[in-house]
């Protein structure tokens, strides 16, 4: 096991927090959503023992690199969500660094849109399916939520018959603008320099003009899904002033949202604050697809 997985695996544990075991699950592994470079790009369906007919969707994503963990494993880190009876649905994507940004947010697209087209195969609604995901995996999930219309035309094969829109969003400690000077005018810096996020995330360093198409604040609009966002207020990677932003911006077009700062958090929550931040995950996915 390399650097980078025990990095990606320590990042969902911090993210998911301890878990009760739930009860036998399901599995439909290695399903392939799309193909590059002659590999193969996948994500795996855990059902639940008594299904709700809702899923969500969760960004295997910690700095847009994107490690495979036994679907076994991730079924103990959300037990609280299949205990509710949701379908939890990793999705994996080209990791850096050979893969940038701009390519984790298509391939993001495409698995969106083929868990869409497939949803009967799984038992899911349709219309009731939502996405998750923290640091990287809470930007590529508000990517997939909020930019629907780029959603859609990432695959030319699809012609529009599926509807790209998803039904909720929860993302925690998000990067949402990646324009500098923007970013700087909203406060939106950190403790690390740009010297060291270069070094420590290559997927960063792409195209100058793909920017505003891979920042999220970009995409909102009043047609938006409610949307959780969930910072700690001593993140020292990802400010939280993201999250603020971000949510001042879908409250201006009157998009259902709530922001959760907590106190002391860091990047990757763990003990008391994993909990809080879970359980908020949980009821947001219970109020907005399965009523």
């Not at 795996?44 to 076994?72: C, K, L, Q």
């Not at 994507?93 to 195969?121: C, F, M, Q, R, W």
């Not at 001042?248 to 709530?258: A, C, F, R, S, Y």
Request: hydrophobic share 40%; with cysteine.
């Amino acid at each position: 096991m390399n650097l980078k997985h025990i990095t990606t695996l320590l990042f969902i544990t911090c993210l998911t927090g301890p878990q009760l075991a739930s009860a036998d699950p399901s599995y439909v592994s290695d399903v392939i959503y799309a193909r590059k470079d002659g590999m193969a790009l996948t994500y795996d369906v855990i059902r639940p023992e008594s299904p709700n007919g809702a899923a969500v969707i969760f960004m295997m994503s910690g700095g847009w690199y994107s490690s495979w963990t036994p679907p076994s494993r991730m079924a103990e880190s959300f037990s609280d969500m299949l205990n509710a009876g949701f379908t939890m649905i990793p999705v994996y994507h080209g990791s850096a660094p050979k893969y940038k940004i701009p390519d984790a947010v298509n391939d993001v697209n495409l698995a969106t849109l083929h868990i869409k087209e497939n949803a009967d195969d799984y038992g899911i609604d349709v219309n009731r399916i939502g996405v998750t995901g923290g640091s990287a995996g809470g930007h590529l999930s508000l990517m997939v939520g909020l930019a629907k219309e780029q959603v859609a035309a990432s695959s030319s094969a699809n012609e529009g018959s599926v509807d790209a829109s998803l039904a909720a969003i929860v993302a925690y400690f998000p990067p949402v603008d990646f324009r500098q000077s923007e970013s700087e005018a909203a406060g939106i810096v950190n403790e690390v320099s740009m010297e060291e996020l270069y070094s420590r995330f290559p997927a960063l360093s792409f195209e100058e003009d793909l920017i505003p198409s891979v920042s999220p604040i970009m995409f909102i609009d009043q047609s938006d899904p409610p949307t959780l966002l969930i910072h700690g207020d001593a993140d020292p990677l990802v400010h939280v002033s993201n999250s603020v932003v971000m949510n001042k911006e879908l409250i201006d077009n009157n998009v259902e949202t709530d922001l959760i700062i907590i106190p002391g958090g860091k990047h990757g929550f763990g003990g008391d604050n994993s909990v809080r931040a879970n359980q908020a995950r949980l009821e947001w996915f219970k109020t907005h697809l399965l009523n």
